[in-house]
């Protein structure tokens, strides 16, 4: 699997554990797309990224942009490498704020 695949399954799992998203295949999309562009945007670090990091990092990316109570900048400095890249990744979540355009599968109502 690839590194964004990878990433995207754990900023998924975190939308789901702390919003109860619906994780369907149109979220699932919008998480490859956006996880996509933040691993582009730091290849440099990224590279550097082993399997653990890379999940960590897609479960912080959600939780940052939401703005829970925890994400990137509640990290040792050394889990993305050092404080600097932790701060970037924190800046970059923030930047590209939240994100509420998901919708939620109907729920049976029964039948009339």
Not at 47 to 70: A, K
Request: net charge negative.
């Amino acid at each position: 699997m690839s590194p964004i695949l990878k990433m995207a399954a754990a900023y998924c799992a975190a939308a789901n554990w702390a919003d109860d998203v619906i994780t369907d295949k149109a979220f699932r999309d919008h998480a490859e797309k956006d996880c996509g562009k933040l691993w582009r945007s730091f290849l440099g670090i990224a590279r550097v990224f082993d399997d653990e990091m890379i999940e960590q990092c897609g479960h912080d990316f959600w939780l940052t942009r939401q703005g829970h109570g925890t994400g990137f900048w509640d990290r040792p400095d050394n889990t993305y490498g050092n404080a600097k890249n932790r701060e970037m990744l924190d800046n970059y979540a923030r930047w590209v704020g939240e994100f509420y355009d998901f919708t939620s599968e109907p729920r049976d109502r029964g039948t009339a």
